[in-house]
């Protein structure tokens, strides 16, 4: 399997800022990343396919960027509904893994 | 619109089997695959496996595998996972979400709403 690593495992900020949640590969995967965002007691969703496409419908505050095995999420100007959990995903290869979630929280 | 329903929450034995349903809707079932994800109380997510929608080829996470059964029944647009030989660790809940792929990319498009599996003497 490949092990996928994010960080911080949790952040803390304010309405209008920008933050940036990192995820590294253990293997080079290309651009088979995905972002999804989770609130609580909801299913995961969808935000960013192909390391840097943006899923139909997501705002254009989030972008995602990097290859191989360096990859970034970046939020702009912080809305109150961006305060989730967000996973990457690697699908280079089936056994589909997960990085273990950075918690974002309004500071 | 794209719909997974799946069933209901379920509290079983140490030692028993669950069987958790996915239906879906607003697509051809036979067209798009079904990943299993579950997730414990507070923790991330963890892949469980992959079930093609339309010859049955599965594809599980090496941890479950022998535990671990994903089927289709494409008469009625519902998959399937059972889980064998429960134990406390496998108390989650558990997501079915579509596989969609666009060119060599895939990724999971849909999610049903989840299904809490207890397992508690």
């Known amino acids: 399997d490949i092990q996928m690593t994010q960080s911080p495992y949790s952040l803390s900020a304010s309405i209008g800022d920008s933050v940036t949640i990192t995820c590294r590969a253990g293997?080079?995967?290309?651009?088979?990343l995905n972002w999804y965002q989770q609130k609580p007691g909801k299913a995961p969703a969808l935000l960013i396919y192909?390391?840097?496409t943006l899923q139909s419908g997501v705002p254009s505050r989030f972008s995602g960027s990097g290859s191989g095995t360096d990859f970034t999420l970046t939020i702009s100007s912080l809305q109150a509904e961006d305060f989730a959990t967000y996973y990457c995903?690697?699908?280079?290869?089936?056994?589909?893994?997960f990085g273990q979630g950075t918690r974002l929280e309004i500071k | 619109q794209v719909q997974l329903v799946q069933s209901g929450a379920e509290v079983k034995k140490p030692g028993a089997s669950v069987k958790v349903s996915c239906r879906a809707s607003?697509?051809?079932?036979?067209?798009?695959?079904i990943n299993w994800v579950r997730q414990a109380r507070g923790q991330g997510l963890e892949w469980v496996g992959w079930?093609?929608?339309?010859?049955?080829?599965?594809y599980y996470a090496q941890r479950l595998q022998g535990r671990v059964a994903l089927t289709t029944d494409p008469s009625t647009n519902t998959a399937y996972m059972e889980l064998r030989s429960l134990t406390s660790d496998d108390t989650a809940v558990y997501f079915c979400?579509?596989?969609?792929?666009?060119?060599?990319?895939?990724?999971?498009?849909?999610w049903g709403q989840g299904t809490l599996v207890t397992v508690s003497s």
């Open positions: 979400a579509r596989l969609l792929r666009a060119g060599w990319i895939l990724y999971f498009d849909s």
């Open positions: 079930v093609s929608g339309d010859n049955g080829s599965t």
């Open positions: 607003g697509y051809a079932f036979t067209q798009f695959g």
């Open positions: 192909a390391a840097s």
């Open positions: 995903q690697q699908s280079y290869i089936t056994a589909y893994t």
């Open positions: 293997h080079n995967i290309g651009n088979y």
